[in-house]
């Protein structure tokens, strides 16, 4: 190795220091948090479109289709008041226009007009073109009150699985790519009932929402391409498991549940976390309701008003989108958000 350093100078010291990155970036994003997984029958079960969700043999991950008759999609068997949320998905490649695949928490069944919801939605686009996705989260039913965020990846989500969590209590609220947080809601008492506070399900659904999903509907779904498939495994769900009618006596019962999730990892964010999620925001986020003074010309309570990010959205809370997962790597200083991570576990 020193021969051949020595022998070829800087470019190939160069070269192996960009392995070495690469190697790390690549264990980092395959990284989860120390969590236990299930399988699909330990706590799921189908929504809908049965004929479309195909579980594997081993009952260790479940896809879910969509063809020009259904899609489909899974719900947990219980309801759970906080918890920790999780699965490793991947998802349809190539032509995906006008598809939406969404891993969320909500109790709309149960409340239907005031209920709560925490979203992952991913967006399809045209051939060449990367998957979107946005997060969003209701209260009480406070859905003319939308507080979604919009976001490009850092890498290809049809090309291998990523982790996708959402940590959920009565403190904060978290989303997270793999390690990476890349939103955080903090409770406050402004928000009332606008924060997420009854018992919720663990949702995943693939479906046709083609009259908004990609460029506002300019791009439709075509079933030429079907069926579409996304794959989930890995799944995590650890909460405090209540029934909505007995939630005033349950109530007691997850204390000490509830403090035992507060103290495990995934409930905080370190400075190295903080760093990746910055540089998430930085560079990956092209909308914010926080910044949308058109629409809320006095942000939602729950804002925390960033200079750099408000010099970038201006007034609209939005910045011009486009582009290729090839086109991306050629840009400069858009650094991988995991590489902050690598800088805090080598401290």
């Known amino acids: 190795?020193?021969?051949?350093?020595?022998?070829?100078g800087g470019s190939n010291l160069f070269l192996l220091r960009m392995l070495m990155i690469f190697c790390f970036c690549n264990f980092v994003a395959n990284a989860s948090f120390n969590v236990t997984t299930i399988r699909f029958n330990e706590g799921l079960s189908p929504l809908f479109g049965d004929s479309n969700l195909v579980r594997s043999p081993d009952g260790k991950s479940v896809r879910l289709l969509l063809d020009r008759f259904t899609g489909s999609g899974f719900i947990s068997s219980k309801m759970y008041n906080h918890g920790f949320f999780s699965a490793r998905i991947k998802l349809p490649s190539d032509y995906t226009a006008g598809i939406v695949v969404a891993f969320y928490t909500s109790n709309g069944d149960?409340?239907?007009?005031?209920?709560?919801?925490?979203?992952?939605?991913?967006?399809?686009?045209?051939?060449?073109?990367?998957?979107?996705?946005?997060?969003?989260?209701?209260?009480?039913?406070?859905?003319?009150?939308?507080?979604?965020?919009?976001?490009?990846?850092?890498?290809?989500?049809?090309?291998?699985?990523?982790?996708y969590s959402i940590h959920w209590s009565a403190h904060n609220i978290i989303f997270y790519i793999d390690e990476v947080p890349i939103r955080e809601v903090v409770r406050n008492e402004a928000m009332g009932g606008d924060y997420p506070s009854k018992p919720m399900s663990l949702y995943a659904t693939i479906w046709d929402a083609s009259n908004w999903a990609t460029s506002g509907g300019k791009y439709k779904v075509n079933y030429k391409y079907a069926p579409?498939?996304?794959?989930?495994?890995?799944?995590?769900?650890?909460?405090?498991?209540?029934?909505?009618?007995?939630?005033?006596?349950?109530?007691?019962?997850?204390?000490?549940?509830?403090?035992?999730?507060?103290?495990?990892?995934?409930?905080?964010?370190?400075?190295?976390?903080?760093?990746?999620?910055?540089?998430?925001?930085?560079?990956?986020?092209?909308?914010?309701y926080c910044y949308d003074l058109l629409r809320y010309p006095t942000p939602p309570p729950e804002c925390v008003i960033i200079l750099t990010e408000q010099q970038r959205f201006k007034n609209t809370g939005r910045l011009k989108f486009g582009g290729s997962h090839r086109r991306r790597s050629k840009r400069r200083n858009k650094k991988n958000p995991s590489d902050f991570l690598n800088n805090e576990s080598s401290m």
């Not at 190795?1 to 070829?8: E, G, H, I, R």
């Open 1 to 8: 190795m020193d021969a051949w350093l020595c022998s070829n």
């Open 110 to 163: 149960v409340f239907e007009k005031n209920h709560d919801e925490l979203d992952f939605e991913f967006l399809g686009n045209i051939d060449g073109k990367p998957w979107r996705f946005q997060t969003n989260l209701y209260g009480n039913g406070s859905t003319n009150r939308g507080r979604e965020e919009r976001y490009r990846l850092w890498f290809d989500p049809s090309k291998e699985f990523h982790r």
């Open 228 to 288: 579409f498939v996304s794959e989930f495994k890995d799944f995590v769900l650890d909460g405090c498991t209540s029934d909505p009618i007995q939630e005033v006596l349950e109530a007691s019962n997850c204390t000490k549940l509830n403090a035992r999730l507060n103290a495990r990892d995934f409930a905080t964010i370190t400075a190295g976390r903080r760093a990746a999620m910055r540089n998430f925001r930085e560079h990956y986020m092209y909308y914010s």
